[in-house]
C-alpha cells in the first residue's frame, strides 16, 4: 500500500482524464475555486474518447451546436462547427481549441495514467500512483475517466494467433489504417461498427460483417452547417441552453404528448415518415410513449424494419439485419450513412453469428461453426466495459482499506451517481446512477461538474475538509435508479451494456437513471439546496 511521504507533490485535487469532463472539471477548479488543480491523463493529448475512437466514420449523434461546452459564451462564439454531426477531427480540434484558449496545459501531465489510489483518514487526503510510479497527492479526486472508454476485446479462442492487423475501433491506431485490396472482417454491429462499415467497404477488396444481434439505425441525414444557421445559433445560445436544459435527454427539444398507437395509422405513417426522412436522433422522439409502451415500440420497430426490407435488396441480408430480439431504444440505436445500402454492395458479406457462431480465430483468418474466412484485418467493434471498466481499472483504496472494486462486486452503488460511501472527497463525473450515456454528454457533464464545483465551493466557505454520501442514502438512491427503468421497455433488452450484459461475468445491474436529466438536475440542486441533504461533512 502507497503511503504518503515527502517525495510527492500536493495538491488541493486531482481530476482523472482529459476529455469534455476532465477538461471543463479542471478550468471549474482552477479558475473558478482558485484550487490548485492537477489533470492526469493516460494518452498523449486531450480528447478522451475523441482521442482514442479515431475508426473511419467516428462522429458524433448530438447536433454539433449542441455538443459542446456551454459554459463561456466566448467559446460558443467564436467556435463555429463545419457540419450538423461533427465528426471526430473536429471534435478533437474542438477540445484542443478549448484546452489553449482556457490555458490549461500547464496543469495536464500527459501518458500518466492511473493505477492505483488510495485515502489516508488521518491525513484526509489521497494519494494517487500512476503506474509507472510516480505519486501525487491531493484532497479531493474526480474521476473523468468517461462512462465508454474501457475497450472490451472478446476472448475469443485463438486470438493472438492472427498474422494480419488486428484492431479496435476505441482503440484505433494514430496511423492511416489502408483497407485497399484486403480481405476486412468487421465484428460488432453497434453504433462504431454501424459508421465504421460503409467507409471500410468503399476501398476493402471484400468486407465481412459478423453480426450477432441486429441493431435498431436511422439515417443520421448529415449535412454541411450554413452561415445563417451559425449565425442564427450564436445569437440564441440562451435559448439553445434553455431548451436542453428542460428536456430529459438534454437535447434542445422534447417528445410531443402523443401516442404511436393511438395516432391513426395514417397520420402515424405521416409523421414517421417525415422523421425519416429528416433523419437523426429526434426520429425516436416524434411519439411521447415509444419507451414505455411495448404495443407503441412495436410499431416504431415495424417502421423500421420496412426500411431496412425496402433498401436492402438480398432478401437473405435483409432478414438478418432487421430480425430484432429488443424492443426499439432499449439498447443504444445508431445513426448512420448509408449503412443498410452497403450490404447491396458485391463487395459486402453479413455473417448471423447466433446462427452461425464464431469458433477461432485463425493464424489467416477466423471461422465459424460452419465455414471458414481468410482474413489480411480483422477489426473489433465490440464496444466498451462500459460506466465502470475504467474506474475500477484503478485500483480505488478508501476509508479502512476498504477496496471500490469489493464494494461494486455487486453492481455499482452511488449516491446521485456522484459519490460513495466509504470513498470521502471522491467524486464521479456521470458515474454510474446519472443519467450521464442516456443523455446528451456535454450537457450532462457541464451539470455534474458545476454542481461538484459548488459543493467544494461550499464546503470551502463553511470550513469543512471532508464529505462522504450516507449509506442508507445511497441504497435509496439505488432503489430509486432501479425504480426509474421499472417504468421502462428497458428491462427487456437483456443483453445491453446499459445492464453490464456484454463483459462476461460482470454483475447485471441496469446502471444510468432513466428518470431524466431535467428530473435528476432538480433532485441535485434539490439536495444542495438543503444543505447537501444525504452527505456528511466533517473538519
Ligand atoms: O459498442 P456496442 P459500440 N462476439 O456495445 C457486438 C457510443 N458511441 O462501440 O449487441 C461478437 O454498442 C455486440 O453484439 P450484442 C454509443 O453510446 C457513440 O458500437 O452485444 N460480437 C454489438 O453488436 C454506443 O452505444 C457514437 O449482441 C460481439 C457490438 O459488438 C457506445 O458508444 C459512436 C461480442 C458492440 O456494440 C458503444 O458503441 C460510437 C462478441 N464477443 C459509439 N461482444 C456516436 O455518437 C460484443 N459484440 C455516433
Known amino acids: 500500500m502507497s503511503s504518503i511521504n ?21 478550468h471549474f477548479l482552477r479558475d473558478k475555486l482558485g484550487l490548485k488543480t492537477l489533470l492526469l491523463e493516460a494518452g498523449e493529448a486531450v480528447g478522451g474518447t475523441w482521442y482514442w475512437n479515431r475508426y473511419p466514420g467516428a462522429r458524433c449523434d448530438s447536433e454539433s451546436h449542441t455538443y459542446c461546452f456551454y459554459f463561456s459564451e466566448q467559446i460558443l462564439k467564436e467556435w463555429s462547427w463545419s457540419q450538423k454531426y461533427p465528426g471526430q477531427e473536429e471534435i478533437l480540434s474542438y477540445l484542443n481549441f478549448v484546452t489553449d484558449k482556457l490555458e490549461l496545459r500547464p496543469n495536464i501531465l500527459f501518458r500518466t495514467r492511473v493505477a492505483e489510489m488510495n485515502y489516508f483518514q488521518s491525513q484526509n487526503r489521497w494519494v494517487v500512483k500512476s503506474t509507472k510510479g510516480e ?21 475469443i479462442k485463438g486470438r493472438d494467433n492472427f498474422q494480419g492487423e488486428l484492431y479496435h475501433t476505441g482503440q484505433w491506431p494514430h496511423e492511416k489504417v489502408d483497407f485497399k485490396n484486403k480481405k476486412v472482417a468487421v465484428i460488432g454491429t453497434g453504433s462504431s461498427g454501424i459508421q465504421a462499415v460503409p467507409l471500410i467497404a468503399k476501398s476493402a477488396k471484400e468486407l465481412t460483417v459478423f453480426q450477432r444481434t441486429p441493431n435498431f439505425s ?13 449565425s442564427q445559433f450564436k445569437s440564441k445560445t440562451s435559448y ?3 431548451k436542453m436544459k428542460a428536456a430529459r435527454h438534454g437535447h434542445p427539444w422534447q417528445a410531443p404528448d402523443i401516442s404511436v398507437r393511438e395516432t391513426l395509422s395514417t397520420e402515424r405513417e405521416e409523421i414517421l415518415e417525415e422523421a425519416w426522412s429528416k433523419g437523426g436522433l429526434r426520429f425516436r422522439e416524434s411519439f411521447g410513449d415509444t419507451l414505455t409502451d411495448l404495443e ?3 410499431l416504431m420497430s415495424d417502421f423500421i424494419k420496412r426500411k431496412i426490407l425496402e433498401i436492402v435488396k438480398d432478401p437473405n441480408k435483409a432478414k438478418i439485419l432487421s430480425n430484432f430480439d429488443h424492443p426499439f431504444g432499449t439498447k443504444r440505436p445508431a445513426l448512420d450513412t448509408d449503412y443498410f445500402e ?29 465455414q471458414k474466412f481468410d482474413f489480411d484485418m480483422i477489426i473489433f467493434a465490440t464496444g466498451f466495459d462500459a460506466l465502470t471498466g475504467s474506474l475500477l481499472k484503478m485500483e480505488i483504496i478508501g476509508e479502512g482499506g476498504r477496496r471500490l472494486a469489493d464494494d461494486w462486486k455487486d453492481g455499482p452503488r452511488t449516491y446521485l451517481g456522484l459519490q460513495v460511501a466509504g470513498f470521502p472527497n471522491f467524486f464521479i463525473v456521470t458515474g454510474p446512477g446519472s443519467p450521464s450515456v442516456l443523455t446528451n454528454m456535454p450537457q450532462a457533464i457541464d451539470q455534474n461538474v458545476s454542481w461538484i464545483t459548488d459543493c467544494i465551493s461550499y464546503m ?4 469543512f475538509s471532508k464529505i462522504e454520501p450516507k449509506k442508507e442514502f445511497m441504497s435509496d438512491w439505488m432503489e430509486q435508479v432501479q425504480k426509474a427503468v421499472e417504468g421502462t421497455l428497458f428491462p427487456i433488452a437483456k443483453h445491453s451494456w446499459y445492464l453490464g450484459a456484454n463483459i ?32 456528511q461533512f466533517s473538519t
Request: aromatic share 10%; net charge neutral; charged share 20%.
Open 6 to 26: 515527502n517525495s510527492e507533490t500536493f495538491y488541493d485535487a486531482i481530476v482523472i482524464g482529459a476529455g469534455f469532463s476532465g477538461i471543463q472539471q479542471l
Open 135 to 155: 505519486k501525487f497527492s491531493a484532497s479531493y479526486v474526480i474521476s473523468a475517466v468517461g462512462c465508454l472508454s474501457s475497450a472490451n476485446s472478446p476472448n
Open 218 to 230: 436511422v439515417p443520421a441525414r448529415n449535412a454541411d452547417l450554413s452561415k445563417e444557421f451559425l
Open 240 to 242: 439553445y441552453r434553455e
Open 296 to 298: 407503441s415500440n412495436k
Open 342 to 370: 452497403t450490404f447491396n454492395k458485391k463487395n459486402v458479406n453479413l455473417i448471423d453469428i447466433r446462427q452461425d457462431p464464431i469458433q477461432e480465430i485463425t493464424n489467416v483468418g477466423l471461422e465459424t461453426e460452419s
Open 460 to 463: 470551502k466557505e463553511n470550513n
Open 504 to 535: 462476461p461475468g460482470k454483475p447485471q445491474v441496469f446502471m444510468p437513471y432513466v428518470g431524466g436529466l431535467n428530473q435528476y438536475r432538480k433532485i441535485c440542486d434539490d439536495v444542495a439546496a438543503t444543505g447537501y441533504n444525504g452527505f
